[in-house]
T-cell receptor, first 113, second 111 residues
Framework: DGGITQSPKYLFRKEGQNVTLSCEQN?????MYWYRQDPGQGLRLIYY???????QKGDIAEGYSVSREKKESFPLTVTSAQKNPTAFYLC????????????FGNGTRLTVT | DAKTTQPPSMDCAEGRAANLPCNHS???????VYWYRQIHSQGPQYIIH???NNETNEMASLIITEDRKSSTLILPHATLRDTAVYYC????????????FGTGTRLQVTL
């Protein structure tokens, strides 16, 4: 079945370390998104990519970096510059044809201590 | 900032209809309204979308006002499993623009 896979589901890191979250989709979607969610809060956009080798900052890009070398992959790196990295991270994708909705992965919960 | 506003929370008795409002007063003519819901600690799930006509599927109905400045998601017979946070967003179909979510409406379905 097609879908979006985020791994791992839970991730623990020490403060000061960079960490990369994986997001892979086999839906042949052009566009991919990263969102951050804090407890009891809504989704905030970190980065998004419309095509391979291109991406744009969202509302809270500071302290994060991304790459889009392949259509199916959009990894997110949480750098040591991110002041409050502990959060729930969600990846999503969609087509740029028609009115297909966003498809979400099941998220990665990152805890930095 | 989000282009939509929703009440932070609502309650509904099981078996009754849940009517969740969304305001999108600055919506453009080519923007669709999409609804999603998120059950705790999972990724949001797509529910329904529409442009200007009312829409219905197996999960819900979507009523969009004639001026398109607001919409209502209707869960006709709410169950406890419908307890979730519901988000509405607007988006131009066929594009991959910046998609911003608001804080959504937390629907609590009770016995």
């Amino acid at each position: 079945d097609g879908g979006i896979t985020q791994s791992p589901k839970y991730l623990f890191r020490k403060e000061g370390q960079n960490v990369t979250l994986s997001c892979e989709q086999n839906l042949n979607h052009d566009a991919m998104y990263w969102y951050r969610q804090d407890p009891g809060q809504g989704l905030r956009l970190i980065y998004y990519s419309q095509i391979v080798n291109d991406f744009q900052k969202g509302d809270i890009a500071e302290g994060y970096s991304v790459s889009r070398e392949k259509k199916e992959s959009f990894p997110l790196t949480v750098t040591s510059a991110q002041k409050n990295p502990t959060a729930f991270y969600l990846c999503a994708s969609t087509t740029t044809v028609g009115n297909s909705p966003l498809h979400f992965g099941n998220g990665t919960r990152l805890t930095v201590t | 900032d989000a282009k939509t506003t929703q009440p932070p929370s609502m309650d509904c008795a099981e078996g009754r209809a849940a009517n969740l409002p969304c305001n999108h007063s600055t919506i453009s003519g080519n923007e669709y309204v999409y609804w999603y819901r998120q059950i705790h600690s999972q990724g949001p799930q797509y529910i329904i979308h529409g442009l200007k006509n009312n829409e219905t599927n197996e999960m819900a109905s979507l009523i969009i006002t004639e001026d398109r400045k607001s919409s209502t998601l209707i869960l006709p017979h709410a169950t406890l499993r419908d307890t979730a946070v519901y988000y509405c967003i607007v988006r131009v179909a066929g594009t991959a623009s910046k998609l911003t979510f608001g804080t959504g409406t937390r629907l609590q379905v009770t016995l």
